[in-house]
């Protein structure tokens, strides 16, 4: 079971998210009507994921994604901003802050349900659009230098895999090209996310462009 907390200044959008959200493997344990009452109720409840609007009284989404994942005691917790606004400034900030996703009212409930489970597993979570912007700034702005040097720190099979993770193969996906097995791919991975410091597989796709170590529109 998922446990989730839901942070949105409006009552309504909370109550639309619990239907939406209820689902079997998903449970929603509590509700934050302010970035403050989100920080507070993260360390009381140590949910799996927070589901994170922006513009909320008291203290900004942001700010709020911040002090939660900056916390030891919450560290474990995963964040996934969901907003209306998709201002490059949001997208940013909340990705280098450690967010595991970035989503937009507007998404269809079904692909919420199914980026969240993903999130849970490790994987991350971006909206199209904000993929493809991601890649625009960094394609103007890699580090070469940056990427040259945390590439040496890979193995030739964390590089593998590392390659295969940044195109988005899952788990399965891995295994196959990799003939491994799921559980031997999943350690892999997770080694992988621990040995260059990134929190899940969302952040590690950042970090591969923003360092450089992979240029959009190559192989």
Avoid at 97 to 112: I, R, T
Wanted: proline share 5%; charged share 25%; glycine share 8%.
């Amino acid at each position: 079971m998922t446990t989730i907390l839901v942070a949105d200044d409006h009552d309504l959008v909370r109550a639309g998210l619990r239907v939406v959200l209820d689902e079997p493997d998903l449970t929603v344990v509590a509700e934050a009507a302010t970035g403050a009452e989100a920080v507070r109720l993260a360390h009381e409840h140590q949910p799996d994921l927070v589901l994170m609007d922006i513009r909320m009284p008291e203290l900004d989404g942001l700010e709020a994604t911040r002090l939660i994942l900056g916390d030891p005691a919450t560290a474990g917790v995963r964040v996934v901003v969901l907003t209306t606004y998709d201002l490059d400034e949001y997208v940013f900030r909340a990705l280098r802050l450690g967010a595991s996703g970035f989503a937009l009212k507007d998404l269809d409930p079904g692909h919420l349900v199914d980026g969240l489970r993903a999130v849970a597993r490790g994987d991350g979570m971006l909206a199209p659009a904000v993929t493809r912007r991601l890649i625009a700034v960094f394609a103007r702005s890699p580090s070469p230098d940056t990427g040259r040097l945390a590439l040496e720190r890979l193995t030739t099979r964390e590089r593998e895999v590392f390659d295969l993770v940044v195109a988005g193969r899952d788990n399965t996906d891995i295994a196959d090209v990799l003939r491994i097995s799921p559980a031997t791919a999943r350690t892999h991975v997770s080694r992988l996310l621990a040995k260059v410091g990134a929190r899940d597989r969302a952040n590690l796709v950042i970090m591969a462009y923003e360092s450089g170590l992979v240029v959009p529109g190559t192989p």
